[in-house]
């Protein structure tokens, strides 16, 4: 199986909403799966390999993200462990913080902010 990578951030007026993305697996190219602590295991399996998924091409172990599948596009690649936990992680602020034009966007993203006074007392439901 051969997937090909796309430029995530479409800003069409079709486009899709920030948390859709950020907050699920099947579009880093999980496909279907359930979420089992530090691993994602995919649902819609090969009868020949119960590791790969015939609607995705990531697999996550206790952290560790493998491609199982070839990738098309020239210069493309997979996303990494570090990188699919960055997406995810965005997904925190998109809660409250859900338009791309929000000052929080301007720089990288910190999620330790979230132990800020501020963000405890919001979180807290205070």
């Not at 699920?24 to 295991?41: C, D, K, T």
């Not at 960055?86 to 979230?114: E, G, P, Q, S």
């Amino acid at each position: 199986m051969r997937f090909a990578p796309f430029h995530p951030h479409n800003t069409g007026e079709k486009a899709v909403g920030c948390s859709a993305c950020h907050g699920n697996p099947a579009f880093l190219g999980f496909g279907q799966h359930v979420l089992e602590g530090s691993s994602i295991r995919g649902t819609f399996l090969c009868e020949k390999s119960d590791r790969k998924a015939l609607d995705g091409f990531l697999s996550l172990d206790d952290g560790t993200v493998t491609s199982t599948a070839a990738v098309t596009r020239k210069d493309s690649r997979p996303l990494s462990g570090d990188e699919v936990r960055a997406v995810w992680a965005v997904n925190l602020c998109i809660v409250c913080h859900d338009k791309a034009k929000d000052k929080i966007y301007r720089k990288r993203l910190d999620t330790r902010a979230l132990d800020d006074a501020l963000h405890r007392r919001l979180l807290s439901g205070g």
